[in-house]
């Protein structure tokens, strides 16, 4: 029932952008959503008010929301949209102004067309959202000063008063609905725009700024409690030359490894980043320079054994240096500790590569 009920909800996603799939998706919830309250309504006419004719045509209007469905399944949402609110228009205008009469309260639902446009039309379709609002205000205001002398089904007044709380009723869940649907959009769209900021595009793990944050705020707990904090700063060996060789695919593959031996360490609340080109950084909390260092040699092994292949199937060799330093006098802050691991990296760099070197204040 509710796989069936999310494959509704589907319906013309496949293929689409990740920023229209939720629109396309909303859209599908508020047709089905519509096709069921007219459902309730056909039902209401046949079984209670005994009005066969009036759940006719509300059948035969019906039939426009499942155009709707047939229109986003191939792919044709813009004109799902305006069908969609050209149906719901055309729907209350007769069943306000030609089949009932205003006393119905039918008319009350053109609140609800400037709200589902607002949440189903992109921003750029200004002229569309206009159209659908000014059109839903001028119905209203037909509807609330004309009369109805003639309508084709008359209603004595209890009738009516029940449609009249219907809407009323429809309305407000269709209003909680509404702001539920936005909100949960606008907090998807928060989270997105939070990890964008935080995420380095090509790894997959945190960006410099991230690193600087969450780092940051480590090293100051660290320094408060007097803990150790002990900080790695990772650069890929000749990675220029790497890239000259092979090509800059099989250097972001290489990067992208490196990234996934760091993010697989086992230690916990750790703070791994990608912070420059091909340069990562570790934090480690609870750690001291000795294990630090057994954890750096640990790392530069395992990136020296990656298996990165070219496109003609030979191994790409990728190794790193690694400067090792830690908050020795639990008064340093993220960057005075970068600086301290950046003069260690610099010493593996030059004492051959592919080697790990700590920190000393002696030089
Ligand atoms: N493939 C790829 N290369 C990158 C990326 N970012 C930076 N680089 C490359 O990384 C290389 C860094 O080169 P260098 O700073 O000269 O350092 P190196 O060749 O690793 O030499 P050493 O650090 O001295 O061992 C440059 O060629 C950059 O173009 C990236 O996102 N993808």
Redesign the pocket.
């Known amino acids: 029932m509710f796989s069936r009920f999310y494959s509704i909800m589907d319906v013309g996603i496949q293929g689409e952008l990740p920023s229209k799939v939720e629109k396309i998706r909303m859209l599908n919830v508020l047709n089905l959503l519509t096709l069921l309250v007219s459902f309730v309504y056909t039902a209401n006419y046949v079984f209670i008010l005994k009005e066969d004719c009036a759940a006719l045509y509300n059948v035969m209007l019906t039939g426009g929301f499942v155009f709707v469905f047939l229109l986003s399944y191939f792919h044709c949402h813009k004109a799902a949209k305006i069908t969609y609110f050209s149906f719901v228009l055309l729907h209350l205008f007769l069943f306000t102004n030609l089949f009932f009469t205003k006393e119905s309260g039918f008319h009350f639902y053109y609140f609800l067309v400037p709200m589902g446009v607002l949440l189903l039309f992109e921003l750029k379709e200004i002229i569309l959202k206009m159209i659908f609002s000014v059109a839903a205000a001028l119905l209203f205001l037909y509807s609330e000063n004309t009369l109805n002398p003639d309508p084709l089904i008359i209603l004595n007044s209890a009738t009516n008063h029940i449609l009249y709380q219907s809407v009323f009723l429809v309305n407000m869940f269709a209003i909680v609905l509404a702001l539920t649907l936005f909100s949960k959009q606008i907090e998807k769209h928060e989270l997105e725009l939070v990890k964008q900021a935080t995420t380095d595009i090509?790894t997959g793990i945190k960006n410099r700024r991230c690193f600087f944050e969450e780092g940051e705020q480590l090293l100051i707990e660290a320094n408060k409690t007097k803990q150790s904090a002990t900080l790695l700063l990772l650069?890929?060996?000749?990675?220029?030359?790497i890239?000259?060789k092979y090509g800059?695919?099989?250097?972001?593959e290489?990067?992208v490894q490196v990234a996934s031996v760091l993010q697989s360490l086992d230690f916990k609340n750790k703070v791994c980043a990608r912070i420059?080109?091909?340069e990562f950084a570790l934090l480690l909390p609870h750690c001291g320079p000795q294990r630090g260092i057994l954890i750096a040699d640990k790392i530069r092994v395992q990136i020296e054994r990656l298996v990165i292949m070219n496109k003609n199937e030979n191994v790409v060799k990728c190794t790193t240096?690694i400067g090792v330093s830690y908050n020795m006098t639990n008064q340093e802050n993220l960057k005075a500790l970068l600086e301290k691991s950046d003069i260690a990296l610099y010493e593996a760099?030059d004492n051959g590569?592919n080697r790990v070197a700590s920190y000393s204040e002696h030089g």
């Open positions: 090509l650069d890929l060996d000749f990675f220029k030359s890239n000259d800059h695919s099989v250097g972001d290489c990067l420059g080109g091909e240096s760099k590569r």
